[in-house]
């Protein structure tokens, strides 16, 4: 009697695992592949996404993501830099503040930059990204990060009424190929269904 109802559950159990585990793969896949597509082009705003800052210093991370921001700026894709991240415990400037800092001091005009320290995720960052490009009129934007990360800011651009590229930074120390960007892959993979479905039922 027990195991007629044990067999069953099990090829439930056996079934669901496999079905979990065909979704996991392709998330991966999917993560590893936006990861190695670079879309530099002409657009309205060059958006760098927050890292750590140490006391007004960029981090490595951060410092990669700026640089190529200033790259591509120097390239003429875009008049304008967007720059976000926010604040964490004892901070005394905002994410974006040291990013604007950095950039006024390689010589870009303080007009070209627009600061938007708010949030302290993916998800914060990008809906203020969002919300600025609808009051700016800004259709189409790049979005720089560490590679692992751009698929997931596709999926959150999703929300807004915007065209959104990515372009990962090439310096960072993140780098592809390596044990820690594998790392950072398996991690954005499983937060991607998530990320998905809260796109999906969005109301902005």
């Known amino acids: 009697m027990i195991s007629a109802v044990i067999r069953p559950l099990r090829r439930v159990v056996a079934r669901l695992g496999t079905a979990i585990g065909v979704a996991y793969a392709a998330a991966f896949a999917w993560v590893y592949t936006v990861?190695?597509?670079?879309?530099?082009r002409p657009v309205d705003a060059i958006v760098v996404l927050g890292a750590a800052q140490y006391n007004g210093r960029p981090s490595p991370v951060l410092k990669a993501r700026v640089d190529h921001a200033l790259a591509l700026y120097r390239q003429g894709l875009a008049p304008r830099i967007v720059l976000t991240g926010g604040t964490h415990p004892g901070d005394t400037q905002s994410e974006a503040q040291v990013?604007?800092?950095?950039?006024?001091?390689?010589?870009?005009?303080?007009?070209?930059?627009?600061?938007?320290?708010?949030?302290?995720?993916?998800?914060?960052?990008?809906?203020?990204?969002?919300?600025?490009?609808?009051?700016?009129?800004?259709?189409?934007?790049?979005l720089v990060s560490d590679a692992f990360h751009l698929g997931r800011l596709r999926i959150e651009a999703t929300r807004w009424p915007i065209q959104a590229y990515t372009s990962p930074a090439p310096a960072s120390p993140i780098a592809p190929?390596?044990?820690?960007?594998?790392?950072?892959?398996?991690?954005?993979?499983?937060?991607?269904?998530?990320?998905?479905?809260?796109?999906?039922?969005?109301?902005?």
């Open 35 to 40: 990861s190695r597509d670079d879309q530099q």
């Open 99 to 142: 990013e604007a800092a950095y950039l006024a001091g390689s010589g870009v005009p303080p007009d070209s930059l627009v600061s938007l320290p708010e949030g302290e995720s993916t998800e914060a960052s990008m809906g203020a990204v969002g919300r600025w490009a609808i009051g700016a009129n800004a259709e189409r934007v790049l």
């Open 177 to 204: 190929g390596s044990q820690a960007e594998l790392g950072y892959l398996a991690r954005e993979a499983a937060k991607i269904p998530a990320v998905w479905i809260r796109a999906m039922i969005s109301t902005r």
